[in-house]
């Protein structure tokens, strides 16, 4: 399995090197782009997703970048042989009688686990129908220069610390309040560091002003990870943000 953009840091595996490694074996390739894969529609930053067309089967969440209703989930197969009918269909005579008058292969609830669901690619269609191919790539390609404009604007401040520079739209940063600011070699930094998230967090939804997820990976104490998805936002708003952190954060 390979990940194409990671939840916390949206990152990218190489897809090439990895598909080479599953021919030389004989493994099949499975690609989780769901929160990624939308990367395709944009030829400025689609090369993220070099290799893809060499999987098995990708998974994609249309409802993740492109914003479509909720929900909207796509698994895509290179197999032809109704693979998905061969794993999970019960031919459940109760459900799916086999002597119908039609082509019971368009019984498509036998294909999966949960026998029934909404239909998720007319919410696809609609908006592809809708958007355009071009102003769905507008969509990808607006929230890669938002993100990049918050990382150049974050630099510019002090109390503001990224955790790397972003591969995605997924912006991970810290804010260290003025009490910590120079205190790096202190022995209880990274513990204190990591006690601000949480406590900006619940003043911020108190206020009613911002929701923004944090979370830890690995060794490093809770940050920040601004996720720029929303096609409303703007740089007024990427503003908004760090004003809004600098001012809830000022007494800590």
């Not at 119908?100 to 592809?128: E, H, I, N, P, S």
């Amino acid at each position: 399995i390979a990940t194409s953009g990671t939840t916390v840091l949206g990152a990218f595996d190489p897809l090439e090197a990895i598909a080479d490694v599953c021919q030389r074996h004989g493994l099949w390739l499975h690609v989780d782009a769901a929160w990624g894969g939308s990367v395709l529609l944009s030829q400025t930053h689609r090369h993220l997703l070099d290799g893809i067309q060499r999987a098995d089967s990708v998974a994609w969440n249309p409802h993740k970048l492109l914003t479509a209703g909720l929900q909207c989930s796509a698994l895509l197969l290179r197999d032809t042989s109704n693979l998905l009918r061969r794993c999970h269909g019960s031919q459940a005579s109760y459900l799916f009688q086999q002597d119908k008058f039609y082509d019971v292969a368009l019984d498509t609830g036998d294909k999966v686990v949960q026998c029934g669901r909404r239909v998720d690619c007319l919410k696809l269609w609609l908006m592809w129908k809708a958007q355009g191919g071009q102003g769905l790539e507008r969509r990808v390609d607006q929230a890669f220069a938002l993100a990049w404009y918050l990382v150049e604007e974050l630099k510019k401040r002090e109390g503001f610390e990224l955790v790397m520079e972003p591969e995605f739209v997924n912006v991970c940063f810290w804010f260290v309040p003025p009490s910590l600011r120079g205190r790096q070699k202190c022995p209880d930094y990274s513990e204190r560091l990591a006690k601000v998230a949480p406590v900006l967090k619940e003043r911020m939804v108190k206020a009613g002003s911002m929701m923004i997820g944090y979370q830890p990976h690995g060794t490093r104490g809770n940050f920040f990870r601004m996720v720029v998805a929303n096609p409303a936002l703007t740089r007024a708003d990427m503003d908004f943000l760090l004003n809004e952190l600098e001012r809830l954060g000022q007494d800590l």
